[in-house]
């Protein structure tokens, strides 16, 4: 006689199902999340990927994907003995050093006098926040009219000063990148000042008044108490800043178009030069990887500074 089936009790039914609410919410998220990951992976990782292989290719753009043309190593090789490369490193090591630690000073020094200011602080945080929100287009249009070689009101004033011969800026190969420099550094001067002021925010009064209490001056309160404190921000702003040093395009294309003479090219213009005016696709990837290398290894090298302090 066979005997009676068990009834399986709920608890086990429970298990045994599959799909349980807590797997049909997950699922759920993934497909909400399904969107961006195929669009992360098609437009990141294959793109990467492919330029990648571009970079050992020969490419016009024009013939389409058949008329890709695997060259292996020599669009690097090409790449360390074109002059105008080893200009464009020459160049972007420059405007970094111009653009970097030269406005992190300055936009912390702002920085400490706005937040200890009684009065105006609203207006020259607006103030010099405004540059940074506005287009660097039009900024670059007004710099150029003030930098005219001749018409300019910079150059003006410095006639009347007595300088016969002031420097011609954005046309002169010897002032053009320097040009560049002071305009993106005054453009992205508010950003800086405003990251800094929110770390000074976290900087306790107590700390300032006992120091007031042992003597210390505005200056010595400055060096030993607000430096030190703000080192992340610092940290912050330098990594920052480095990367967005190296990415430099849209005020140069629109300045100078990396003249005269290739005094302001960059890596990023050559890039473009290559990949969008030459065609040449391959050649450009090159410099593409050229540049992330040379991005990753100075990220790098700030980050193993700033884990050996």
Known sequence: MEAAKQPVPKILQEKRKFWTPQRKEALTGWLFLA???VGMLFLNVFALGFSLYLSFSKWDLLSGVQGIEFIGLDNYIKMFHDPSIIQALKNNAIY???TVPIPIAIALVLAALIQNSVFLKNYFKVAFFIPYISSIIAIAAVWSALF???LGPINQFLMELGISSPPKWLVDPKTSLL??????????LGYTIIIYMAGLTNIS???YEAAEIDGANALKKFFSITVPMLRPTTFFLLITMLIGSFKVFDIIAFLTEGGPNNSSTVLVFR??????????????SAISWLLFAVIGLITAATWKMRNEE
């Open 179 to 188: 040009s560049i420099a002071i305009i993106s550094s005054w453009a992205s």
């Open 35 to 37: 969107p961006e990951i």
């Open 205 to 207: 009064d107590e700390i």
């Open 271 to 284: 890039i473009y030069e290559e990949g969008f005016k030459y065609y040449n696709m391959g050649y450009a």
């Open 96 to 98: 970094m050093i111009m």
């Open 148 to 150: 005219h070689p001749s």
